[in-house]
């Protein structure tokens, strides 16, 4: 880019830091809501436009969980061409939006020809997406260099790696007989400690996350978690705890059983919050449905005697809180930084004092205070003096609860409601379907079976091992499945 064109850049972000587009699309979206949804906690449609995922980018996978929502037959179907997949991302992007959050997955997308993700990953980004790839992580694990060689030459920025005792198929006899959730920690420091490598030796940034799937038998392990991640927050600045519904191939009794303010009492006992769940809900905000997407934005302060204290942006029983993060919402709704260089972050930070010059230099720096005599233990210059010398680090931290349905709870009025208020969405066959319609009501099934006729004349399914180009006999998955049908507790 050359320096003129630079500037010119630099001086329009500064004039627009919010995108006209982004602009047309919340308000779209908040008026698309019911009047019982636009809340002061309603993120949809105020700052966000919610999520996209790709289906068919590699149905197969090489392990073989107990909630799994992939149907029995998913490991005999060849995945989606590329055209397909990059069909589906021009079909979500005016969906989602400009720095949309777009989820590559469906089954193990690592066992495809790494040239093949890095097209795709490429190929979403010059769209405006960003695409996060949601893995078990085991394929990192199994080949040194593949996740640096995917930031490098794929430019991945998002990644998101599956940890919890419902996996089976793990490489390491220490993963798979773990019955409790902390016994998966030091695997989870493994990624922690992978993540921090191909940071510091490609020099490219790298966001990443980690998934829990909680049932019954692991719910009292989310605090472990917790109390496990916020040590680790520099590493993982996101977690999604994805409590089990009775659709795919989830063992028969497996799912249900786990509503949302079991999961967020766990997370304040993990967090050592008092008030549980009702306070968790003070700090937190929605994206659709109550009952579908509950977040809570914060940072993790690191304290030099070793404690590690979270805190939330936003806290509903706190005037200062409301008052400075909905008024920013207000003004700047739908702002993004995500895709910014330096420079750019920079113009797009002058751009919000040039706008709103009263609000950023009174109510901003109040927020501020706030936070710095949080940090300093009630004094603010201590706050200050701690995080400049380093010897107090804030880091990001997002908790997310993702709820979805049966068959069974989609049909009850309830249910109805929560499709109609779905944000995150598939593209299927023409159609923006709600992921819980594709697990629960057999649009999985149905695509895949089309999957297999369209390419049965590229692919002969079965015949040799090295379906996914990666040297990975994906029949294993096959053979966990039947043996955690047989065992219910599996391999």
């Known amino acids: 880019m050359s320096t003129q064109s630079g500037w010119s850049e630099y001086v329009q972000i500064m004039r627009a830091p919010v995108r006209e587009e982004a602009k047309e699309m919340l308000a779209a979206n908040w008026t698309s809501l019911a009047p019982s949804m636009r809340v002061p906690q309603q993120m949809f449609g105020k700052q966000g436009n919610g999520c996209g995922a790709t289906i068919g980018a590699m149905p197969r996978c090489d392990f073989a969980c107990r909630g799994c929502y992939l149907n029995a037959g998913a490991n005999t179907i060849p995945a989606a061409s590329l055209d397909e997949i990059k069909a589906q991302m021009r079909a979500l992007r005016p969906v989602l939006g400009h720095a949309g959050n777009l989820q590559l997955t469906d089954g193990e997308v690592t066992l495809r020809p790494v040239d093949e993700i890095v097209e795709l990953l490429r190929y979403a980004q010059s769209l405006g997406l960003i ?75 790298l966001r990443a996350a980690t998934t829990m799937t909680v049932t019954r038998e692991n719910l009292n392990g989310v605090g472990d978690v917790m109390r496990w ?189 929560r499709l109609a208020h779905c944000v995150f969405r598939v593209p299927v066959r023409g159609q923006m379907l709600s992921m819980c319609e594709v697990n629960a009501l057999g649009i999985r099934e149905s695509y895949y079976d089309t999957l297999r006729t369209e390419r049965a004349n590229d692919l002969l399914v079965g015949e040799r091992p090295d379906i996914g180009g990666n040297g990975l006999d994906l029949r294993v998955g096959e053979r966990h499945a039947a043996t955690a049908r047989t065992h219910r507790v599996g391999v």
């Open 229 to 417: 991640l916020t040590k680790h927050s520099d590493a993982f600045r996101l977690i999604s705890f994805q409590p089990i519904a009775q659709v795919g191939r989830t063992e028969d009794g497996f799912g249900g059983g786990v509503d949302a303010e079991s999961v967020w009492e766990e997370v304040a006992r993990g967090l050592h919050v008092d008030g549980g769940a009702r306070r968790m809900s003070e700090m937190g905000v929605w994206f659709g449905h109550e009952a579908c997407n509950r977040m809570v934005n914060g940072a993790v302060l690191h304290d030099p005697d070793g404690r590690h204290r979270f805190r939330s942006i936003r806290d509903a029983s706190n005037a200062t809180d409301v008052a400075v993060v909905d008024g920013f919402l207000a003004r700047f709704g739908g702002i993004s930084f995500r895709l910014d260089g330096r420079n750019q972050a920079l113009a797009r930070a002058v751009g919000l004092v040039r706008h709103a010059p009263g609000f950023m230099l009174r109510a901003v720096p109040r927020f501020a205070h706030r936070w710095l005599q949080h940090i300093g233990g009630g004094n603010a210059l201590r706050g200050a003096v701690g995080l400049a010398s380093g010897r107090r680090r804030l880091t990001p931290l997002t908790i997310v609860s993702h709820h979805f349905m049966s068959r069974e709870q989609i049909a009850t009025p309830e249910g109805q409601e």
């Open 131 to 205: 695409p996060m790839l949601m893995t078990h992580g085991d394929s990192f694990r199994r080949r040194p260099g593949l996740l640096e060689e995917l930031m490098v030459r794929g430019g991945l920025i998002e990644v998101s790696i599956h940890v919890d005792t419902s996996q089976r198929g793990r490489v390491g006899d220490q993963w798979r007989r773990a019955t409790s959730e902390w016994q998966l920690n030091p695997l989870r420091e493994e990624f922690a400690d992978m993540i921090r490598t191909a940071q510091r030796t490609t020099g490219l940034p």
